[in-house]
């Protein structure tokens, strides 16, 4: 059973930063695409960042490019997202997402995704 945990949410003044985990167990987590996504109330559910199995590729959402990097110690099992410059308008519920084909980058799908994390930017 494929298990995700994020930490590290919280409130932060805009302009600051914040570096949120997502612990993963089940499968050979090593192998996966892993991604995060973002929903701030009343929109919908959208992609962050993404990082390859080897940690070699990465992709961002254009809101984040820049700002946000995505990065995963296969050891630890775990990816984080270090969040810098932050502003109001990235208060959203963070969630860690795995991806559902081993040792592909190519359109990833997402079949298993964490409980969210509450990240809060005051202006």
């Known amino acids: 059973q494929v298990q995700l945990v994020e930490s590290g949410g919280g409130l932060v003044q805009a302009g600051g930063s914040l570096r949120l985990s997502c612990a993963a167990s089940?499968?050979?987590?090593?192998?996966?695409?892993m991604a995060w996504f973002r929903q701030a109330p009343g929109k919908e559910r959208e992609f962050v960042a993404s990082?390859?199995?080897?940690?070699?590729?990465?992709d961002y959402a254009d809101s984040v490019k820049g700002r946000f990097t995505i990065s995963r110690d296969n050891a630890k099992n775990t990816v984080y997202l270090q969040m810098n410059s932050l502003k109001p308008e990235d208060t959203a519920v963070y969630y860690c997402?795995?991806?559902?084909?081993?040792?592909?980058?190519?359109?990833?799908?997402?079949?298993?995704w964490g409980q969210g994390t509450q990240v809060t930017v005051s202006s």
């Open positions: 089940g499968r050979t987590v090593r192998l996966y695409t």
């Open positions: 990082i390859n199995y080897s940690g070699l590729a990465t």
């Open positions: 997402a795995q991806g559902a084909r081993a040792l592909n980058y190519v359109s990833p799908t997402y079949d298993y």
